[in-house]
């Protein structure tokens, strides 16, 4: 008879090493594609922080072009958000406007590579959503297989683990899926996004960019953050939890 309770210890570790590895390598795309970019960054109590974007694993920073001297007299170069606060974003802005030359000709190129995509960036797209299912399938197997232990002398044990196993399923990815069928059918296509904000909902219309469990990306949007300022053209990252795709869009 197989030690189920060893079994089970040695799972959990394993998933938690792996998932440890995973996360600390691992940016999310649609926040990487705005990097080393001037941004905008709305929250969603209504706060606006502008500069410098950087985007790491466990979250991101915003430089500023000059020094702030808050309230209490600190000086304050950067603006600092960690992962568990992307709750609080409303929306992360790339104005056409605050770009320089350099960049604003990558960004055409961009917007032109993701509605006309060379079969290299095909073949490259369909290689990682296949990893992102089997991600995915190993989550599904993970949780059958802990749900499966719990009947056994070691669930006790895993009742009293349980912190330690939601962490280790979030490090791997488990809090969403990483490949949607739904958004990759529509990838490069003009797209009507729904945005709630506050008690409204607004619509935008653009090029779906990308996707990720958290965000979607959004190209070549008319956009303003208050009703009386008039409209800009922008790229936006907006969490999935703010923004849904509706429509196609012609």
Known sequence: MPDT??????????????????QRRTKDRCLRDFSNNFVTLEMKNGSLIKGMFCIESTGLEIGYNSSHIDDKGYNQVSYILYKPEFANIQSLIRFCADLDEKVRELREKELEEIQRPESFHRTGRKLRNFANTIRDSIMEIFNLFM??????????????????????RTKLGGQGTAFEPMLERHMGQKVVVEISKGDAIYKISGFLKEYTAEFIEIMDVDYKIKEDEPSQKADLIIPRSVGIVRHLSA
């Open 5 to 22: 309770f060893a079994i089970t210890v040695i799972s959990v570790i394993a998933v938690a090493i792996i998932g440890m590895f995973v």
């Open 147 to 168: 749900g499966r232990m719990r009947a056994v002398p070691a669930g006790t044990f895993l009742t009293s683990q349980e912190k330690y196993i939601t962490q280790a």
